[in-house]
């Protein structure tokens, strides 16, 4: 069976690939195809000169249904536990094989969710865990695409539990956005934003020419890390990853995703004839180079020029709010001198991000009561929190400080503290 994260849209096509819509069930937010901001309503495009990714799809949980609540239950096959939705779960059996494909933005042991709360890496691996233990399949991949996504897995996921995981970075990185505005191949002139992720891409495009029937996931992660790091040079681009029982890395990805039968006599290529990428924009900056390019290209004194300058403006300011609000907690815990020194220390590699992970999420509480929402571009700060905790602060001295670093926080939406809470 295969289970998408709220990306699907992006997945090589599921009929010409043999699967089965009942064994397929989507998760997506669905806010592209008819947004106004969209160039082409109704369509979503994932490469420059590519067609359309979205018609056909089939959609299950799309916008308030998408949580970390329901793809939990739909991944364990509780389908009392669902809420909304086409109420479609992973009712796999002892000999089912299941694959994975999450994509979102994340942080250090973090994935975004459209809505709140994140889901956290101690969550998922328990919730895969469980699965194991049900006896409901035989083996599991899980693509993962998303900043810091190694820190999901690293040190946590089991490596006789028969899941194998491949991440777009490692536990310390971003993860890069690629087909953006400036570069080559450059997305068409009307999109202001970028069309993919340099991992996503990497292992999508590969599944579109080659045989998965004699391809296998170790074949393919090596051709997918070396073209997200470009050849080793990491100009730009990260490290994927992979994790748990490395063993299934032999076999071939048809059993997980199908294969094209018109790829049925392609040979494969060890250096892939992919094309590498001219650069990459980093995944943080992502919706930076959205709102730019839209600001850009309006005309001087129109009244849209000014509300896309007041949006690019906003979020710079939620930017440095966040920054500038976990720098002055570090520094009032642990002194100018250390403070910097502990919130950016990273363990060693195998080691999970958190000894404590209930204390790492209830700081994140005490932070956004305190200061404002994280947003996605404060996922970057989960490090910090984790330090924190790591070095035995606890959330309740930690909110105490929290409120003397942050005596106000900004009206705009991003830093908004009215929209729940990310842990």
């Known amino acids: 069976m295969k289970l998408a994260g709220r990306c699907l849209p992006c997945v090589p ?39 359309d990714v979205y018609a056909g799809v089939p959609k299950d949980y799309t916008g308030r249904e998408v949580t970390v609540h329901n793809f939990f239950a739909v991944l364990l096959g509780n389908k009392t536990a669902v809420s909304g939705g086409s109420g479609k779960v992973v009712d796999s059996g002892p000999n089912d094989h299941i694959f994975v494909f999450y994509s979102d933005h994340g942080g250090p042991g973090v994935l975004g969710m459209p809505t709140y709360p994140y889901l956290y890496g101690d969550d998922l691996v328990d919730v895969l865990k469980k699965k194991h233990a049900a006896g409901t399949y035989k083996s599991l991949v899980f693509y993962l695409e998303a900043c810091e996504s190694g820190s999901i897995f690293e040190g946590m996921l089991p490596n006789d539990i028969n899941v194998y995981a491949t991440t777009a970075s490692n536990a310390e990185e971003s993860s890069w956005g690629t087909y953006c505005p400036g570069e080559f191949p450059e997305p068409p002139p009307e999109y202001d934003t970028c069309l993919g992720d340099l991992y996503s891409v990497a292992w999508m495009e590969d599944s579109d020419v080659h045989n998965l029937r004699t391809e296998s996931l170790k074949q393919q992660y090596k051709l997918v890390k070396d073209r997200t790091s470009i050849h080793d040079t990491f100009n ?27 790829n049925d006599n392609a040979t494969f290529v060890e250096d892939n004839s992919l094309p590498l990428f001219s650069k990459a924009v980093n995944q943080r900056d992502a919706d930076l180079v959205y709102f730019w390019q839209k600001y850009r290209k309006l005309a001087e004194g129109a009244r849209e020029k000014n509300d896309a300058r007041k949006e690019l ?9 966040v920054d500038n609000s976990v720098e002055l907690i570090g520094n009032l815990i642990f002194g100018s001198e250390n403070g910097p020194n502990v919130l950016k220390a990273i363990r060693v590699a195998g080691k999970p991000l958190v000894d404590d992970w209930s204390c790492l999420k209830s700081t994140v509480r005490a932070f956004e009561s305190q200061c404002g929402s994280l947003a996605q571009y404060g996922m970057k700060h989960m490090r910090s929190f984790a330090n924190i905790c790591n070095a035995g602060i606890r959330p309740d001295a930690f909110s105490k400080v929290a409120a003397q670093a942050c005596t106000s926080v900004p009206a705009n939406p991003w830093s908004s503290i009215h929209k729940g809470f990310s842990a």
């Open 13 to 51: 096509d599921h009929e010409e690939g043999g699967l089965k819509d009942e064994n397929i069930i989507v998760f997506m937010y669905d806010d592209i195809a008819h947004s106004p901001e969209n160039p082409r309503p109704g369509v979503i495009i994932n490469h420059p000169k590519g067609g």
């Open 236 to 262: 730009f681009g990260s490290h994927v990853m992979q994790y748990g029982s490395l063993d299934l890395s032999a076999q071939h990805l048809f059993t997980y995703i199908g294969s094209n039968p018109a």
């Open 313 to 321: 403006l906003e979020v710079m300011a939620h930017r440095s709010h």
